[in-house]
């Protein structure tokens, strides 16, 4: 189950970015520090329950990823709290952790450490996760020489081995080719039977349709609206 | 204690990839954690042995041990800068923790400060020298310095991550810090009228100790040691208070 109450973040945007001690020091000599306030998030406040494969939607910089980011703690909200039960795994964007310069064994490895994974767990899943990314033959490869499409497919390979409870998705689709999205959606779709909570951030309103059961409605940083997929996305279509 | 062993596990794997980074494609590879100290050797000893006549007994030995303690403290701290600048990108989008990122660089560093240590007693036995007991304290001020080094990576690495031109202001700081830390010269030579400001500096404390400990066969005075440590454990928590206080929220804003 997933609890937030009252979240909000706000950045302070400097009118003038001072980047270096220097300028800021003369901006302090000449008191001219002054911010915007940019409230990325609103007292958001919304209940999932466990099992729950719930849509977040909106538009562009309306709060979808901060959301995500501050519930998956990469992002500290400045007010408001939160729970979640059991283990999160955020899957805000598929290849951030890979290396270059190493092959794609190695990636495994390192990214799984990120994800949590010990490198006992690693090499015991290396044959599945290389034969679900379609990968097999590519494993000592340098991922430099990888397309972005078989970065994306074996980032998910990996992720998906993470045993968690919750999970966070934000839009990790667009990458891959046709194929690739099914072999994601018929994941998320296991996922939901054994009865794990899903929140899925998309602006592909087809797929929200079919597979969640609730979604959030996210409008300049406050939920505009939170109910039946049906419902939100009817009243999305309107705005 | 999963979580313990979570974050151990991507430290070391971070400090992995920072070595195989490092040496990946260079020719000489590792060598190049053997030729940076003793060119920083040849040059220090031809410049103050040859042209400035120092008298120092075994001088090659008593230089050598100071860069590689050197070495370590400002390659370590700037490498904690720059690594984290790195992997801003990662930390921006996984729930990593900063303190993964700067303690794996500084192992990866620590490595390095090793096979340089190993090559200074290869040096030190080749030149007829002998250890004694007192050279057990070395590993004490090994775990010191290790100590200082974390707790002054804490310190710099937030003010670099807010301020740009930190980097800059470091690079002098610590080329004044080399000057007041006796490495090429004898601590002796110190005037009693800047020993009181000259002795606050930690790494000046470690390298007499260990060149005690290790070339002259006796070891510091307790209480010497004792103020070290203290002024160490200073640094250390200071740093950690900021780090943990200020590391978060200024990567957001990177």
Redesign the interface.
Known sequence: MIKARGITKLYKIPHERR????E?LLGYVKNQLSYEDLYALQDVSFEIRRGEMVGLIGKNGSGKTTLL?IL?????PTHGTFTIEGR?S?L??LS??F?G??TAL?NL??Y?????L??KTVRQKINTIFEFAGLERFEDMKLKNFSSGMIARLAFAIMVQTDSDVLLVDEIFAVGDKDFKPKCIAVFEEYKKMGKTIIFASHDLDTIAEYCDRTILLHEGKIEMFGKTKKVLEYYKTI | MKKISRYLNVIYELSRLDFKLKYYGSVLGLFWSFLKPFFMLAILYVVFYEFLKVNIENYQIYLLLGIVIWNFFADATKDSMQSIMAKAPLLQKINLPPFAVVASTIIHSFWTFLITLVAFFVLFFVSGSQLAWSAFIFLYLIVLLVALIFGTSFLVVPLYMRFKDFGHIWDIFLQMLFWATPLVYQYSLVPEKYLRWYLLNPVARIVVDARNAILYHFTPEPKQLLITTAVIAVIFFIGLAVFKKYGRTLIEEL
């Open positions: 980047t270096t001690l220097f800021t980011k998956s703690r990469i992002v500290l999160v955020p805000l964007s951030v952790g290396h310069e190493l190695e490895y390192l799984g450490a990120i994800l949590g010990s490198r």
